[in-house]
């Protein structure tokens, strides 16, 4: 009997993998991002709390929240609020890897899910694909970051300025709430600050603010 040649994979490879299959399934449906996300910055919140703030059934909500649970990235917790009992969501990212890296994260899930209520990323993603919303992401950083200008992001992205304009306002919003939930800005610090009433306007509300 032949012997199986060793194993090349990393001791991690399993969970890379399993990460980006989440990820993926994130990305396949924005309401489910959405719940996900407001999760995510609202931990630990309930069921009941994230379906107001994202205005959903209470159907879909606790449909959603099982399947967070499923995919291993939303745990039901033994404590109540409310007499609902209160759930935790927990960060997920990876690396997808072409001929250019991007990281994919928290951040790039929420933007996604922003998708179904706004109507500047909406427009986005039609005339351009859902594949752009990475690029415009993480342009939209380096803008944040100081290094680059709206107009900038047009001239690197090839789109109109005001359109430039239109969906990087709609994402660092998404971003400035999300950030400090997302492991792959864990490092970054911001220029630019976003104004509280641009703040008020995003999809994602923390609600101890």
Same mark, same amino acid.
């Given at each position: 009997?032949?012997? @199986?040649?060793?194993?090349?994979?990393?001791?991690? @490879?399993?969970?890379?993998?399993?990460?980006?299959?989440?990820?993926?399934?994130?990305?396949?449906?924005?309401?489910? %991002?959405?719940?996900?996300?407001?999760?995510?910055?609202? /931990?630990?919140?309930?069921?009941?709390? @994230?379906?107001?703030?994202?205005?959903?059934?209470?159907?879909?909500?606790?449909?959603?929240?099982?399947?967070?649970?499923?995919?291993?990235?939303?745990?039901?917790?033994?404590?109540?609020?409310?007499?609902?009992?209160? $759930?935790?969501?927990?960060?997920?990212?990876?690396? $997808?890897?072409?001929?250019?890296?991007?990281?994919?994260?928290?951040?790039?899930? %929420?933007?996604?899910?922003?998708? /179904?209520?706004?109507?500047?990323?909406?427009?986005?993603?039609?005339?351009?694909?859902?594949?752009?919303?990475?690029?415009?992401?993480?342009?939209?950083?380096?803008?944040?970051?100081?290094?680059?200008?709206?107009?900038?992001?047009?001239?690197?992205?090839?789109?109109?300025?005001?359109?430039?304009? %239109?969906?990087?306002?709609?994402?660092?919003?998404?971003?400035?709430?999300?950030?400090?939930?997302?492991?792959?800005?864990?490092?970054?610090?911001?220029?630019?600050?976003?104004?509280?009433?641009?703040?008020?306007?995003?999809?994602?509300?923390? %609600?101890?603010?």
């Amino acid at each position: 009997m032949s012997k @199986a040649p060793p194993s090349t994979q990393s001791p991690d @490879a399993g969970q890379t993998a399993h990460q980006f299959f989440v990820i993926q399934e994130l990305l396949r449906i924005p309401e489910l %991002a959405r719940f996900y996300t407001d999760l995510l910055v609202n /931990s630990p919140t309930t069921v009941v709390a @994230a379906r107001d703030r994202q205005g959903l059934s209470k159907s879909t909500a606790y449909k959603y929240a099982n399947t967070l649970s499923e995919l291993g990235i939303a745990t039901e917790l033994d404590t109540y609020e409310n007499g609902s009992s209160l $759930w935790r969501a927990d960060p997920v990212s990876g690396n $997808w890897t072409d001929q250019t890296t991007i990281e994919l994260g928290p951040v790039l899930i %929420a933007v996604y899910g922003a998708t /179904s209520v706004d109507d500047d990323l909406e427009l986005f993603v039609d005339r351009h694909g859902k594949a752009a919303l990475a690029p415009v992401v993480m342009a939209t950083i380096e803008y944040l970051k100081g290094e680059t200008t709206r107009r900038g992001v047009a001239d690197d992205l090839d789109i109109p300025a005001v359109e430039a304009i %239109a969906v990087t306002q709609a994402i660092e919003r998404i971003i400035t709430v999300v950030k400090d939930h997302d492991p792959t800005l864990e490092d970054v610090s911001f220029d630019v600050d976003v104004h509280d009433r641009a703040l008020d306007q995003s999809p994602y509300q923390r %609600a101890d603010e």
